[in-house]
């Protein structure tokens, strides 16, 4: 596991649509224990392949609620996600991405969605999530297809404080 550089907005990687994996191979695991690592030293919650610079389908998310004990920490790692239901109402919440550093800004998404891809060996699973949990899937399915948050939003700022999950 070796921690990656993130890359930023600056990129073109962070603009395009990333590739379909078809192959699970041990290129794949090295790519994703990288992932992982680096999300995990960053610190942030989520990661998508293009943030250190690989324009694959690949996302990892970990995430457990600090405020509701109920809610393990558990690492989620998808490959090939995608949205297949997502909820009418929409909650707005304040983003930060590792990607574009220094800023927060408001965006509303999905109160709760429906996530289908497969794991590491190829098997398919379908999560489904809400509130934060979801949040966090629509912006790392966001990533892989080209997408930052700040194209979402004009309400974007400078935080005072950065006591936040950055994703
Ligand atoms: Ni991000």
Redesign the pocket.
Known sequence: MTAQNIYTFREDVLHQKAQPVDTFDAGLKTLVDDMIETMRVAP?V???AP?IGVPKRVIVVEFGDEYDETIPERLFVLVNPEIIQQSDDQIVGIEG????PGLVGEVARAQAVTVRGQDQRGKKVTIRAQGWLARIFQ??ID?VNGV??TDRTDRIWQPKDEDMD??
Do not use: F
């Open positions: 942030g989520g990661l998508a943030q991405c590792l990607s574009v912006h790392e990533h930052l948050y950055t994703i």
